[in-house]
């Protein structure tokens, strides 16, 4: 049994005693720590003396002497892996009361070291230290270890900070100027961060791992309503959750009123999800976004999701490229209508994926006719993808306007003009 601590080794003298394979790699592990690392080794290793050599660490090429443990000023910790002296620099140890982990017998060592793992700057856990003993079975530990790790990663740990990583204001960085420094004693601020996620399509299933993490750690979500409901759902209740669902025609000043909460909401230390439909960077505005949040100096990053342009018709069985039948695929905005597509009306061998288009069938059927594709062209309309409520319409382009007219075609629906949309007909 082991009674956990951990220690603050920042600015502590730790002397290190042998400058083998061992040694050398706890070396590493204490400079990160900001320990001011001593190394007691008549044979160092070539890292060790290179580390000596840059200043890093201070080197003495002899074996350990006893003085060492309080000259010139008294060790706070002793790491030894000599092979040879460690019982004798244990008991030396011992008898001045100076911590000491020994590297040849776990047993006999006062000090245990657990097995370690540290969340990834930047990912969810950042900040979060693991630390796992194992009773004598190391790779037990380990196992458990990353097991833990890889939870948080995924977000299904309750990763989420509880406390603000920073204080409101701390993160007022202008563009090109870095975080203001902190002295050593305090814990690293972490800034107030955006992301921008992709949330797929509309079922939960369909967001990345790293999407499900970031949300699972976020203290705001900024959240368009189309495709995110059942993510919002699952939030734990004390997560802001701001809901910027947009409906088609009331653009413009709802994407500024999206800007400024992104902004405003990381200057305060946040970390702020912005969960989207689908893919961010596929007719979401997310690149407007990240030139925002970026041209303010607020880190922002793209985690990028399950567009529907492919996963919607997929979600019907069909592929929007097909052996025999197409090999490219364009995805436009059917929101202004003919004018909108330019030179994919002329794509007439691609298969054709609109989005937004529900309120323009009918002139955009037209102009493809008139451009040079068949009039019989398999159309599908693909309502509610990945939804409960999803439907699948199929006509061709010159009966599409009537026939989505019968049904009641409603937004959001995805439009796939071409061969493929007969595809799951044919089977
Ligand atoms: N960034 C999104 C697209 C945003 S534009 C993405 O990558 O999917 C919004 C349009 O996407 C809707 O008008 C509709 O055409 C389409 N869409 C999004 N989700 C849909 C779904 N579940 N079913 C059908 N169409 C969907």
Not at 214 to 239: C, K, N, Y
Not at 352 to 361: D, K
Request: hydrophobic share 45%; charged share 20%; proline share 8%.
């Amino acid at each position: 049994m082991v009674y956990p601590v951990s220690l603050r080794l920042r600015d502590r003298r730790v002397l290190v005693v042998g400058g083998g394979a061992v040694a050398s790699r706890r070396v590493d592990d204490l400079l990160a720590e900001g320990a001011l690392v001593e190394v007691v080794a008549p044979e160092p290793s070539e890292r060790v003396v290179a580390l000596a050599a840059e200043g890093r660490l201070v080197l003495h090429r002899r074996p350990f002497a006893e003085d060492d443990l309080l000259c010139p000023t008294p060790a706070w910790f002793v790491l030894t892996a000599t092979g040879t002296v460690d019982a004798a620099v244990a008991t030396a140890c011992e008898r001045e009361r100076v911590w000491c982990l020994r590297a040849d017998d776990a047993d006999a060592s006062p000090v245990h070291r657990p097995s370690v793992a540290r969340g990834a700057p930047g990912s969810p856990a950042e900040g979060i230290t693991v630390a796992v003993s194992g009773d004598r079975d190391p790779r037990r530990a380990v196992a458990v270890r990353d097991a833990v790790l890889a939870g948080l990663d995924s977000g299904t740990l309750p990763v989420r900070r509880r406390r603000p990583a920073a204080e409101p204001g701390a993160t007022h960085a202008e563009p090109g100027s870095s975080l203001p420094e902190h002295g050593s004693s305090l814990p690293e601020p972490v800034a107030g961060r955006v992301w921008l996620v992709g949330a797929g399509p509309g079922d939960a299933g369909l967001i990345s791992v790293r999407g499900r993490a970031l949300l699972a750690s976020a203290d705001v979500v900024v959240a368009d309503r189309l495709g995110t409901e059942e993510h919002l759902a699952l939030l734990p209740e004390d997560v802001e959750v701001v809901d910027v669902g947009k409906h088609p025609g009331r653009h413009g000043s709802i994407q500024d009123t999206i800007h400024e909460l992104l902004v405003s909401h990381a200057r305060a230390g946040r970390r702020v999800v912005r969960l989207k439909g689908g893919d961010p960077f596929v007719l979401g505005r997310g690149g407007e976004e990240v030139a925002y949040c970026a041209a303010r100096g607020v880190p922002v990053e793209v985690v990028p999701g399950i567009t529907s342009a492919t996963s919607v018709p997929a979600a019907v069985g069909i592929p929007v490229t097909h052996r025999g039948l197409s090999t490219s695929f364009v995805v436009a905005s059917g929101h202004d209508g003919p004018a909108g597509l330019g030179p994919l009306l002329h794509a007439t061998g691609s298969t054709l994926v609109l989005l937004m288009a529900v309120g323009r069938l009918a002139e955009i059927a037209d102009a493809l006719v008139a451009a040079g594709r068949p009039p019989a062209t398999p159309v599908a309309v693909v309502e509610q993808g990945w939804t409960p409520r999803q439907r699948v319409t199929h006509t061709s382009l010159s009966d599409l306007a009537e026939r989505a007219r019968e049904v009641g075609v409603t937004n959001p629906a995805v439009v796939v003009v071409g061969d493929v949309a007969a595809v799951p007909l044919d089977r």
